[in-house]
């Protein structure tokens, strides 16, 4: 499965990376984000639209007081988008996202894939690497056409 991340995910987890207390996100992200398949994701988190085909799901991992993630998948091109992410504790903490929030970064994600503004994210020597996208062919081409079939 390919796994994307808009940037102000990446940012985000940039950011988080540089304080102590945030030191297993990165392997919180690759154990659980990298080496499934999409229908690995369903039950787990908790949907936020009501499509099958294309869910937006909200995951927690580490419990109530780690980190929250917010994440599109596109079964049928195998493909999983990271949205969105935040702690629920130590010096970057926040609050859960508000119904507003949530709609701001679904549709973020919509407009990134179908302006190609996004990161392929892979794991190489247990390092997440970010590689800005720059294909001339759309990852929305690919959407609009599991969409009509």
């Keep these: 499965m390919k796994v994307f991340c808009l940037t102000e995910f990446k940012d985000e987890f940039e950011k988080l990376l540089k304080s102590n207390s945030y030191k297993d996100l990165e392997k919180q992200i690759i154990d659980f984000f990298f080496g499934k398949k999409p229908d690995e994701f369903f039950g787990t988190g908790r949907r936020l639209n ?3 085909e294309i869910p937006f799901i909200k995951m927690r991992l580490e419990g109530r007081s780690g980190y929250r993630f917010y994440y599109l998948l596109i ?12 702690p629920k504790t130590g010096p970057n903490k926040a ?3 508000t119904k507003d929030f949530k709609k701001i970064i679904y549709n ?9 503004n996004l990161f392929e994210v892979s794991v190489s020597n247990s390092k997440l ?5 720059s294909s ?14």
Excluded: P
């Design 108 to 116: 973020a994600v919509l407009i990134a894939i179908k302006d190609n």
């Design 75 to 86: 079964i049928k091109n195998d493909e999983l988008y990271l949205m969105f992410l935040h």
């Design 136 to 149: 001339k062919i759309l990852i929305s081409e690919k959407v609009n056409k599991s969409e009509k079939a």
């Design 95 to 97: 609050d859960n996202i």
């Design 50 to 52: 009501g499509t099958n």
């Design 129 to 133: 690497q970010f590689k800005k996208i």
